[in-house]
């Protein structure tokens, strides 16, 4: 019985043995006659169709299917020293990887995933998606002092031989792209090609690192028509012909302008905003700015198109020279809606090249800012003159009005008609108070807003004593608020005294009610830029000195007068 037992279990041994090594190692097959694929391939293509021909007739875009699926090189970076920046340049369609502005310390504009470009991207057609290019550098580092520099980047896709040429400038932010398409195939070839700048849609829940890497609004220009999108979350999708195509924010500027004819701009916003009181996480949207071609290259013929890319600073003389200068916003004046309004860059444009050229000569753009509020206030002294003269002719004749309203207070259109007649007796202007100022209004608007989107003063110091632990002694940017807040109280002091000097009109209730609007100015400029804070603070204290010397003669008329009566 053992025994039995003894070769039962030797049998059964042997045929699990058997049986494991048939299913779980099987023996290596001869090779077959038609190829076959290995067991050691990861990811196997699918067999060619039995009933496709050898290569009877040319199939491109199967061809760049095939080519689509074979694995990519891995990944080049060439970085380029600049004395305005530092850029690392990918090999993956020549996309910027890193963009480093030395500009007043170091200002990133790139944020790997959040923003930045794409790279040259190929498509068989216009509606489907594009594909990186993956190219091959002819340096691998470039390093630049006085002159212009290039580099080349060559690749293959889809049958296409694709060459780019990346020109560097030593003394400015922009960079001329050339590309060349060349179809070495015996039947002509349509392709779609694009430069894409992208962004998030939303930069809630990031880290403030530098607001010239948070656009704001997308801007483009067609046939010299201005066109903007402000709201970012709102879905938008244009393309159309133009000039140029940009992400903005206040003082920083990402621009693709097209060379030549044959281009689209394209922007677009996309995909889900995360809403964060219903506990959404989904990543933000996203936000694209393009430039596309469609060309039809015969065989043996090239394509050739030329892309500047700027990002930078918006100094108004950099971006006139690219033609990317109406990117700055001066916005408009509001008049009544059957005037339209008026555009502001009128004015805006020649203040803040009057506060440039000032700033060449002076060094300083807190001195530039001053000896500008100066002139200002030099130019508009007569008309000045001329509202406080009438000011002061309304307030001699306040009692005799106020009495009219007592005496007609229940026959408001007689108290109209006597209070006319009285101005009118006396030859004061009830507008003469007004009009003069309401002139001024516009210019010094102008000045606020070139102040305002004014880049250069970001990081220009006017008074820095410099910088004890965490703030700075005093002003070391102008672009910034008063870390100590002195200037803003300054401000509020200056208003102050300016409104007690300026004759009183009307309810003197209201006067009183006026005297509190120095205080609410003082909070809203605390956070304001010390540029708008130093300008707002000379024009008052020149208002002041203009009062005291048109009431220099008063005073001295009366004093001649009280000597005078003192010796009768």
């Known amino acids: 019985m053992m025994e039995k037992r003894a070769i039962l279990a030797a049998v059964l041994m042997a045929a699990v043995f058997i049986v494991y090594q048939m299913f779980f190692f099987p023996e290596t097959p001869p090779p077959p006659k038609p190829p076959a694929q290995t067991a050691s391939q990861p990811a196997p293509a699918p067999p060619p169709a039995p009933s496709a021909p050898p290569a009877a007739t040319p199939a491109a ?22 004395p305005l920046y530092r850029n690392v340049v990918s090999s993956e369609g020549g996309k910027l990887q890193e963009l480093v502005l030395r500009y007043r310390g170091e200002k990133p504009m790139i944020i790997l995933g959040d923003l930045g470009p794409a790279g040259l991207q190929l498509a068989p057609d216009d509606i489907s998606p594009g594909q990186v290019v993956s190219m091959s550098f002819d340096k691998d580092a470039l390093v630049m002092t006085d002159k212009v520099a290039e580099l080349v980047l060559t690749g293959e896709a889809a049958g296409l031989k694709i060459r780019q040429t990346l020109r560097f400038q030593p003394d400015g932010y922009a960079i001329d792209a050339h590309v060349r398409v060349e179809n070495p195939g015996a039947a002509p070839r349509t392709v779609a090609l694009s430069l894409p700048w992208l962004t998030r849609q939303t930069w809630r829940g990031t880290p403030e690192k530098f607001q010239g890497q948070h656009p704001t609004e997308i801007v483009w220009s067609t046939h010299g028509t201005v066109n903007r999108i402000d709201d970012l979350v709102a879905q938008h999708s244009v393309v159309t012909d133009g000039e140029w195509v940009a992400l903005e924010s206040v003082w920083y500027l990402a621009a693709l302008v097209p060379k030549g004819p044959g281009f689209k701009l394209v922007a677009a916003t996309e995909g889900k905003v995360p809403d964060a009181k219903n506990g959404d996480t989904a990543p933000a949207g996203r936000v694209t700015i393009a430039v596309k071609a469609t060309p039809t290259i015969a065989p043996g013929q090239a394509w050739e198109g030329d892309v500047v890319l700027y990002a930078g600073p918006k100094e108004y003389d950099r971006l006139k020279a690219l033609g990317l200068q109406d990117t700055i916003n001066f916005g408009g004046f509001p008049l009544p809606r059957k005037f339209g309004g008026l555009p502001m860059e009128w004015l805006g444009v020649p203040i803040l090249l009057l506060l440039n050229w000032t700033f060449k000569h002076v060094g300083n753009y807190g001195v530039a800012i001053i000896l500008l509020t100066v002139v200002s206030k030099v130019l508009f002294y007569p008309l000045t003159v001329k509202s406080m003269r009438s000011m002061k002719a309304m307030q001699a004749l306040q009692p005799q009005v106020n009495a009219l309203r007592s005496k007609y207070q229940k026959d408001p259109q007689t108290l109209q008609r006597e209070t006319l007649a009285l101005y009118k007796k006396h030859r004061v202007n009830p507008m003469g108070g007004c009009l003069p100022m309401i002139a001024q209004v516009p210019i010094f608007y102008a000045l606020y807003l070139a102040l305002s989107v004014s880049v250069e003063l970001q990081g220009s110091p006017f008074l820095c004593f410099g910088h004890l632990i965490w703030f700075d002694l005093w002003i070391c940017d102008l672009a910034a608020h008063d870390p100590i807040y002195v200037l803003p109280v300054l401000m509020g002091i200056t208003m102050f005294v300016q409104q007690r000097m300026t004759p009183t009109m009307g309810d003197p209730r209201q006067a009183k009610m006026m005297l509190f609007m120095p205080i609410i100015f003082t909070f809203m400029f605390l956070n304001l830029p ?12 020149l208002q002041i000195l203009q009062q005291k010397l048109m009431d220099r003669p008063a005073r001295t008329r009366a004093t001649r007068e009280a000597k005078d009566a003192g010796r009768a």
């Open 61 to 82: 875009p199967a061809a760049a299917a095939r080519g689509s699926q074979a694995p990519r090189p891995p990944q080049r970076l060439v970085t380029v020293e600049a």
């Open 530 to 541: 010390s540029g708008l804070v130093l300008y707002w603070t000379v024009s008052n204290v």
